[in-house]
């Protein structure tokens, strides 16, 4: 059974910092790559950064310089160290991790980022 575990979410004010989280369990981590997206309210959900197996990064251009994305093969975790946090970057964000073969693709909860001051 794959679970996607996000943490780390929470309310902050204007240039502030979050890290969150998401651990994988029921995959080999090491052969997925991962991804976080966001959904505000009324909206599409939209990527915000990926990582590859070979720790290659993508960003989408509101984020980039701000967000980093990395991960920890020997804890099957996936980190966003989201900096300097504008109020439109609230929304909840969701674990994505995909097969290399793109044929397995899974979601996790979904974790609520408010930046409001």
């Known amino acids: 059974q794959v679970q996607l575990v996000e943490s780390g979410g929470g309310t902050v004010q204007p240039g502030g910092s979050l890290r969150l989280s998401c651990a994988a369990s029921?995959?080999?981590?090491?052969?997925?790559?991962m991804g976080w997206y966001r959904q505000a309210p009324g909206k599409q959900r939209d990527l915000v950064a990926t990582?590859?197996?070979?720790?290659?990064?993508n960003y989408a251009d509101s984020v980039k310089g701000r967000f980093t994305i990395s991960r920890d093969n020997a804890k099957n975790t996936v980190y966003l160290q989201m900096n300097s946090l504008k109020p439109e970057d609230t929304a909840v964000y969701y674990c994505?991790?995909?097969?290399?073969?793109?044929?397995?693709?899974?979601w996790g909860q979904g974790t609520q980022v408010t930046v409001s001051s």
């Open positions: 994505n991790a995909v097969s290399r073969s793109a044929y397995y693709n899974y």
């Open positions: 029921g995959i080999i981590f090491r052969l997925y790559n």
């Open positions: 990582i590859t197996t070979g720790a290659s990064t």
